[in-house]
Structure formats: C-alpha cells, structure tokens
C-alpha cells in the first residue's frame, strides 16, 4: 500500500474515526440498556468502521482512491 492521501485526508479520517466509534460506544450502551439485539449489531458494523477509518489515517490510504474513485479531501 502506498500513501494516497494528504495531511488533510488524513485528519479527516481520524477525526471521522474516533467520531464514529464514540457512536459505537453510546449505541453498545444503549443496546444494554434496551435489550434491542438489533443495536448491538449496528453498534458493531460501526465500531468496524471506525477501526477501519483510524487504520486508514494511520496508513495514509483511502481505500475508495485505492479502487480509482476521486473523493474530495
């Protein structure tokens, strides 16, 4: 993997992965609190995009410009 991505990109994804799993948190505990089974898998779909999100900024690769398609930051 090469780097794909500029210093902007790059705070992008981490803020944009950090936001996403603080949403993963707040929805686990929500799912606790309800007992909806349907929560906890939202929550986990965004926990792995987050992850993904943070591993993208660590890496300085986008996968969507990986695959030729021209994101805007």
């Known amino acids: 993997m090469e780097c794909n ?5 790059v705070r992008f994804r981490r803020a944009w992965g950090f936001m996403v799993l603080i949403m993963a948190g707040m929805l686990s505990g929500l799912a606790a609190w309800t007992g909806m ?7 986990g779909c965004c926990a792995l995009a ?3 999100a943070l591993y993208e900024s660590r890496k300085k ?9 021209k994101t805007r930051i």
């Open 5 to 9: 991505i500029d210093e902007k990109g």
């Open 37 to 43: 089974w349907g929560l906890w898998v939202i929550a």
């Open 50 to 52: 987050g992850g993904f």
């Open 61 to 69: 690769w986008c996968a969507m410009r990986a695959m030729g398609i």
